[in-house]
């Protein structure tokens, strides 16, 4: 008789890889980035980070992830504690309210609030199939609205911080659980109409009475999107950045002008070329060629969990995946679309690469997680 495997033998090393792999595209770029300015100051606290959060997924190996069941209110909680405490006594850097000081250590709460909310509405999805005993459209418009209920209160707590581009995180976050949740096509139908209602009727406000459209949308809001729409004629203020990134990732080619070499990025042309607009470097110092091998990577991760969360026995441990893979395939895209100008500029980092504690921590947590999903994923000859 086989011996039966081990924890440690059944974790997805293959997985792993992939997030050491972009650990050090990471870090290779934070040093272009930084290095020559700062004394490496920056690609060290990046490396303690993802030491940190290697620990992190260690420490949540142990744990059977199905307890999260019984955390998913406590931790939700927590994170609406956090965000308020944010509101009130929140440290203001560049114009926004985001963070709490920890020392030297800047904690962002709105990073980990994706994370409790993807448990939290995982386990109202699994609740609502474990007690449905026969499918309605009034018990699918319940569950909705029960989910709404529990994200608003987050959404408009980041919204007004301001930090649009985590709140629209959350939005995907809750559209992918509920379409991979089985609720009602019409429902979800209806759902997509009312959004795009809205965002239509947000475009005629704005033609027809900007004194009430202005209560809707901020004015650095509409800024970013007079630099999206129209950068050149923007190239003072609202299209800058834009600008300066398009340069920057043309010039690189096809092979890119070399590590450090990228004249837009080791100019300081290029603000937040470390956060945010990390991937103009990596266009730019690496080309097309190194842009392409960072996407893949980023296929192969979401192809993998992806994998993870259809094998998955448990409708728990589906459903959070699948929260996970909406969290992080939107922010890659936004990141990546902002940067080249298919998108509004949002201030959402590129996951796993660009230079930042909270967010990194948060996907190396989610990361944490699905590896604890895996290993604890039984196989039957007759499943």
Same mark, same amino acid.
């Given at each position: ?6 924890? +440690? ?7 792993? =890889?992939?997030? #050491? ?66 509101? =009130? =006594?929140?440290?203001?850097? /560049? ?5 709490? +000081? ?104 704005? #033609?027809?009475?900007?004194?009430? =459209? ?22 003072? $203020? ?38 945010? #607009? ?9 080309? #097309? ?15 993998? $969990? ?35 100008? +298919? ?19 948060? /996907? ?6 699905? +590896? ?12």
């Amino acid at each position: 008789m086989e011996k039966e495997k081990s924890y +440690l033998q059944q974790i997805d090393y293959g997985l792993v =890889f992939i997030i #050491f792999i972009l650990a050090i595209i990471s870090l290779v770029s934070v040093y272009s980035a930084t290095g020559a300015t700062d004394s490496l100051s920056f690609v060290k606290k990046q490396l303690m980070f993802y030491v940190l959060g290697f620990i992190l997924i260690g420490v949540i190996l142990l744990i059977d992830y199905r307890r999260l069941k019984e955390l998913s209110l406590p931790l939700y909680g927590i994170g609406i504690a956090l965000l308020i405490f944010v509101e =009130f =006594f929140g440290n203001i850097t /560049n114009g926004a309210q985001r963070w709490i +000081l920890i020392g030297s250590f800047k904690l962002q709460p709105s990073e980990f609030m994706k994370i409790f909310l993807v448990i939290l509405i995982a386990h109202f999805l699994t609740k609502f199939q474990e007690t449905m005993e026969e499918k309605s459209f009034q018990q699918d418009l319940v569950l909705t609205g029960k989910i709404a209920a529990f994200s608003i209160l987050p959404f408009f707590l980041i919204l007004k911080q301001p930090d649009l581009g985590t709140a629209l995180v959350l939005i995907c976050i809750v559209a992918t659980m509920l379409l991979v949740g089985g609720i009602s096509w019409r429902l979800l139908f209806l759902l997509t109409i009312m959004g795009i209602l809205l965002l239509a009727g947000l475009v005629v406000l704005y #033609f027809v009475n900007f004194d009430l =459209f202005s209560k809707f949308v901020e004015n650095h809001q509409m800024a970013r999107i007079y630099g999206w729409l129209d950068p050149e004629a923007h190239s003072d $203020l609202f299209g800058y950045q834009l600008l300066q990134a398009l340069l920057a990732i043309g010039s690189g080619q096809l092979t890119g002008k070399g590590l450090t070499q990228g004249s837009q990025a080791q100019g300081g042309w290029i603000p937040e070329v470390h956060t945010d #607009f990390i991937f103009a470097i990596i266009g730019e110092e690496f080309g #097309f060629i190194g842009a392409s091998i960072l996407i893949s990577v980023y296929f192969i991760l979401i192809y993998r $969990l992806v994998q993870i969360a259809l094998t998955c026995n448990d409708v728990f441990g589906s459903y959070i995946v699948a929260g996970i893979i909406g969290m992080l395939v939107f922010q890659i895209f936004q990141n990546i679309a902002m940067t080249i100008g +298919l998108m509004p500029i949002t201030g959402l980092a590129l996951p796993f690469i660009s230079y930042g504690g909270s967010a990194l921590l948060t /996907n190396m947590i989610a990361i944490g997680i699905v +590896l604890n999903i895996s290993m604890r994923t039984k196989t039957y000859m007759f499943d």
